[in-house]
């Protein structure tokens, strides 16, 4: 029962490695056929050159030729048709076969070889050559080789009947082959195991890095995330203001903070619902989130309150950007609620030249949001630092009230 189980998990472990096992065998092959082109072409050379006195030898060393050449045709070809069978991710079918086919062919040729060798030799050297190649050089499957190595043998052990009348000698060579071909189906059986679990093994340390990458990722998200809206949260948001004031200091740019406060959040909770109130503060991330540029900064700075770091942003042009979301999102209608929301904002600019610490443009930012919320909500107030700035750069009207509130 044990054994029974063990190979029952061991084919389902060769499923899991075959489509990698016939990569890996692909490439090897387009390496080999080449090789073994070449040694055939040796051969060819060689044998053509010998000359003997007798008609047996000679017709041996041409036989040896003329079947050197012959599998020099055929592994070329094979070398071609292994390089079209890699660059296809999702090779024919008859392609998926490629190396047994190349195994078998060998195989066969060996076997011919061996033939052709009995005419001056008792040696079956060829044969014993190309099983333990076989078994070596590619990854196959246990019973792909098994069949493959005992269609090879009882191909020769017929063959060499044909040749000799020894039975003796005939008897040492079958057993011969058959010890080789043992030999071989062992070696390859062990080579395939070690595959397969080298492959498993890969594939379970890759698997593991993901799931820690995963992990990493999602803890990250989690230390610098607001899990709500997606945005960044108020600790994070610091550290990259802290990181945005130094780059303007040391640039001398100008850098603005917005802070935005929805009006009248908890009568929207209290009417609607806690549910509908997430989906408003999420509706109002995607909002601004699509408003702003990819080098701004949104967090989600505590309940319904959001900031945005606008880096080389003068307060001319950060109040340009306020009004525009002020005004987006009077004019957006959220589907929990059936109607849009208002904000009231605060502005604080650090002028380029200038240096302030975070702390304080954040005080200048609360306090000019109190002031907006005092003055009526849904509209923006610059802080008192840049009146002066922004007269400069616009007309006075548009300095501290920038709109009247919608009704």
């Known amino acids: ?141 246990p019973l792909s080789t098994l069949v493959i190595l005992a269609l090879g043998w009882c191909a020769l052990a017929l063959a060499l009947g044909w040749t000799t009348d020894n039975a003796a000698l005939l008897a040492t060579n079958r057993m011969n082959a058959a010890s080789a071909s043992a030999l071989s189906l062992l070696v390859s059986i062990l080579l395939w195991r070690r595959y397969v679990q080298a492959e498993l093994l890969q594939r379970a340390l890759e698997e593991s890095n993901q799931q820690l990458e995963r992990q990493r990722a999602e803890l990250e998200t989690l230390a610098t995330r607001d899990p709500l809206t997606g945005l960044f949260n108020r600790r994070e948001f610091v550290r990259l203001a802290e990181e945005e004031l130094a780059r303007a200091r040391r640039n001398h740019s100008a850098l603005s903070l917005l802070m935005i406060d929805l009006d009248h959040f908890k009568t929207i909770n209290d009417r609607f619902g806690h549910p509908a109130g997430d989906d408003v503060l999420r509706n109002v991330a995607e909002l601004m989130t699509h408003a702003v540029r990819q080098t701004d900064r949104i967090a989600r700075f505590g309940g319904e309150e959001f900031m945005l770091l606008l880096p080389d942003t003068s307060a001319a042009d950060a109040l340009h950007l306020a009004n525009k979301l002020r005004h987006k999102l009077a ?28 702390d304080t443009l954040l005080r200048q930012t609360d306090r000019a949001l109190y002031q907006a919320k005092h003055m009526g909500r849904n509209r923006t107030v610059v802080a008192p630092l840049e009146l002066e700035t922004l007269a400069s750069a616009h007309h006075p009207s548009t300095t501290h009230k920038t709109n009247t509130p919608a009704p």
């Open 331 to 358: 004019d957006t209608p959220i589907a929990s609620i059936g109607a849009p929301v208002t904000a009231s904002m605060g502005l604080a600019c650090m002028p380029a030249g200038k240096t302030l610490a975070l």
């Open 1 to 141: 029962m044990l054994f029974s189980d063990t190979l029952r998990r061991w084919a389902a472990e060769d499923l899991l490695v075959q489509n990698a096992a016939y990569r890996r065998n692909l490439q090897v092959l387009g390496v080999a056929s080449w090789a073994v082109v070449a040694l055939n072409l040796l051969h060819v050379l060689v044998f053509a050159l010998l000359r003997f006195d007798d008609a047996q030898r000679s017709t041996w060393a041409s036989q040896i030729t003329a079947a050197h050449g012959a599998m020099a045709v055929v592994m070329s070809a094979t070398g071609l048709l292994t390089r079209y069978a890699l660059k296809n991710a999702a090779p024919r079918l008859a392609l998926k076969f490629l190396p047994e086919g190349v195994s078998v062919l060998i195989l066969a040729w060996a076997v011919a070889l061996t033939l052709m060798d009995q005419a001056i030799s008792t040696n079956i050297n060829a044969f014993i050559n190309a099983a333990v190649g076989i078994s070596i050089v590619f990854l196959l499957r």
